[in-house]
């Protein structure tokens, strides 16, 4: 006899993945400031993921440890934060905002989108105006990640403390109901 698996389809999936990482964050055992902080920051640092090319890993650990802050729930934040897809999202806003805050303009010989097979040839310049286009959305996705890190600070502190209200809440009635149940028997 063998049992068959339920076979979900890719967006049950993500929300599966969502709710399993975030029931993870709320039964984090360090407390609500400690765990907020470290959703906050890897939540924030997932956005500059991008714009980085994967090189905010290397200083993620230590980001996270000089903050004080819960690093599986930083894990969990950056997790979450890829799930959502948000820094794809906010590329071209953060483009955008980053050339109004910093206004460079490079131009280098002819300026023509990017190409291997100029690359591989030696032709350099679309590479400078590809790096310099990377510097814009570096700007703009740190300050999109300072705020969406408050942001998720404040809702994750808030919903730690929600759900650790509510699982006092069940204790005390599992712990009445068992009182009851020995007084009837002693009755």
Known sequence: MSIKQKKYNAFQRLGRAFKLNFLKLLRSPEGAKKVSLGFALGFGLEMLVISTASLIYILF????????????????????????????????????????????????????????HQFIQGDFHSLVGLLHGGVHALIGMTIFGVILSIISYFIVHYFYQKEKANRLKRRRHKHEIRLNKINENLI
């Open 61 to 116: 650990v230590p980001i996270v440890r000089l903050a004080k802050g819960s690093l599986p729930a930083s894990i969990i934040g950056n997790v979450i934060g890829k799930l959502t897809l948000l820094p794809v999202i906010l590329l071209p806003f953060a483009r955008t905002l980053g050339k109004a805050i910093f206004p460079m303009q490079v131009r280098i010989g002819h300026h023509t989108s990017f190409s291997f």
